[in-house]
């Protein structure tokens, strides 16, 4: 796969109250990922629940969703975050690469 719709992030599910964030990068047209929605409560819900209706890698990452949920909407993320982004985009392309091999149409781990 060549580009990266979408990467949710939730906090991990003992956590009181969900958070979620929802990334967009499409290289060569995007030069970084950008934010495209974030949300607590109901609407971090319905964000990994799309997610997984669209067979979105989802990864937990609770400290990174803490910054993401700084950021503005549909604004790249800033030059120091492209490490862990680059990692979660790792991963996501990882679980793509499973998912062609073994023939299965759904990229949720």
Do not use: C, W
Not at 31 to 57: F, M, T
Not at 73 to 100: C, G, H, M, T, W
């Amino acid at each position: 796969m060549s580009d990266v719709d979408q990467a949710a992030k939730k906090e991990p599910e003992d956590s009181p109250r969900k958070t979620a964030a929802a990334l967009k990068y499409r290289p060569p047209e995007d030069s970084a990922p950008h934010l495209v929605a974030k949300g607590n409560g109901e609407l971090a819900e319905r964000i990994i629940e799309l997610a997984r209706e669209n067979n979105i890698p989802i990864q937990e990452n609770p400290d990174l969703i803490a910054v993401l949920s700084q950021l503005d909407l549909n604004k790249e993320i800033p030059s120091e975050l492209y490490k862990p982004i680059a990692e979660i985009l790792s991963f996501v392309y990882r679980v793509n690469d499973q998912a062609k091999e073994s023939g299965d149409s759904h990229r949720s781990p």
